[in-house]
C-alpha cells in the first residue's frame, strides 16, 4: 500500500510542518502545550508490538496528565497558564484518547476475523 498519494497524511504533514516554523514568541507556549509533538520514529524492525503499544499508550497519557495539571492550574488561578493553552491541551489528550479508542477497536476487529478463520 502506498501512502504517498494519500491526501489524509498529505495534510498531516502540512500541518507538522506548519508546528515547526513558530515565532520565538510562541516558543514559551509551544513547550507548556506541545510536549512531545514530533517525535523521531525509529527503526521498528523487529521491535516488540506490545512494547510500541505500550509506549503508544503511554504517550496518550501523558498528554492527557498535562491537560488535567493545565486544567487545575488555570482552575487555580495561576497566571502562567492560559484558557487558549489549557483548551488546545485538552482538546490534544481528547484527540490522542479517540485515535488510541479507534487504533483498539481496529485490532480488535482484526483478532475477530482472524478466530473466524477456518483452519
Known amino acids: 500500500m502506498q501512502l504517498g498519494g494519500n491526501p489524509l497524511l498529505q495534510e498531516m504533514q502540512a ?3 506548519q508546528l515547526g516554523t513558530t515565532n520565538s514568541a510562541d516558543e514559551t507556549h509551544k513547550s507548556s502545550v506541545l510536549p512531545n509533538v514530533t517525535q523521531t520514529i525509529q527503526n521498528t524492525a523487529g521491535s516488540d508490538f506490545g512494547q510500541l503499544l505500550s509506549e503508544a499508550i503511554g504517550q496518550v497519557n501523558s498528554l ?3 491537560a488535567g495539571q493545565m486544567s487545575k ?3 487555580m488561578g495561576d497566571t502562567s497558564v492560559t484558557l487558549t493553552d489549557t483548551v488546545i ?3 490534544k489528550a481528547g484527540v490522542a484518547f479517540e485515535a488510541t ?9 482484526a483478532y475477530k476475523d482472524i478466530m473466524s478463520m477456518p483452519v
Open 15 to 17: 500541518l507538522s510542518e
Open 101 to 109: 479508542v479507534q487504533v483498539r477497536n481496529k485490532l480488535v476487529d
Open 73 to 75: 492550574k488555570l482552575d
Open 64 to 66: 492527557q496528565s498535562n
Open 89 to 91: 491541551a485538552r482538546e
